[in-house]
């Protein structure tokens, strides 16, 4: 069953920790609280196997070794002061801050696979943790995902750089489309980016519309001031209201008039990735 939902998980750091959990002896670290910067939000997590390896990313790797080190020595979960404020002073965290993480040798195995489940069908998942933790609860959002609908240089580049990032991307070619038609078997949830990336914009429309119609948190389309202007135009004559219209980033992406398909493609995945970073506060 695991390896199934594994499959159905983009392993990433906020999931890759808690998959590992599910299995016995694995424990889990869990980040709850900060003082001063880090590099992680509170709540990150890492797992620890029982041949001391790790799954997931806490900091640099020496963090990694010593938890690893301390939780062999644990049977109930227990709070170490990592860093600033630690007792243990051989150890300090090369931010300079302090850390307060939940060392649990035998985390909640069903309630483990019961948020894993939730990923994998895409809904919100929460993870309690024991009670001697500040943070009463580990709180997850579905992996970001991407529908790309588009064509030439521009989606292939995009491809590229999402697999490389290891981002899951779900590709709509011009040749699997139809003109005039909505796209088969794509409804974007409220963890999905939409991203149009057409030359050839008559082909935008009924994409649009379907896009629109979903609960996608970003929906995007390649184009500059004119074509953003007919394209409003256009998707109002057909009755889209102007709010609707308004969630359409036009142009896309973070760096200006882009001039070659790498670029953008690199700036169209960092907007993404920006929206989809503030999801998490409405986990």
Known sequence: MLAELAQDLVPGEDHEALLAACEAGV??????????SFSRRLGAQLAVLPDGSTRGSLADGCLEAQLAADIRSLEHPTIIRYGRGSPKIDFRLPCGGGLDILLDPEPDRTACRRATKALADREPAKLPLPDISPVPERRYIPALRIAALGEGPELAALEALAAAVRIDLVSYSKDSLTLGQPAKA??????????????DHEWELPLLEQA????????????????????????????????QIARIRSPIG???????????????????????ERLHATA
Do not use: M
């Open 27 to 36: 424990g889990l670290c869990t980040i709850v609280g900060i003082d001063g």
């Open 186 to 199: 794509c409804q974007p949830d409220r963890w999905t980016a939409a991203l149009l990336l057409f030359h």
């Open 212 to 243: 629109l119609a979903s609960d996608a948190f970003y929906i995007g389309a390649q184009g500059g001031e004119n074509a953003r202007i007919q394209r409003t135009l256009a998707l109002a004559e057909r009755g889209i209201a102007e709010e």
């Open 254 to 276: 973070l760096i200006p008039s882009c001039k070659t398909p790498q670029t953008l493609a690199l700036s169209a995945l960092a907007e993404i990735v920006g929206h989809y």
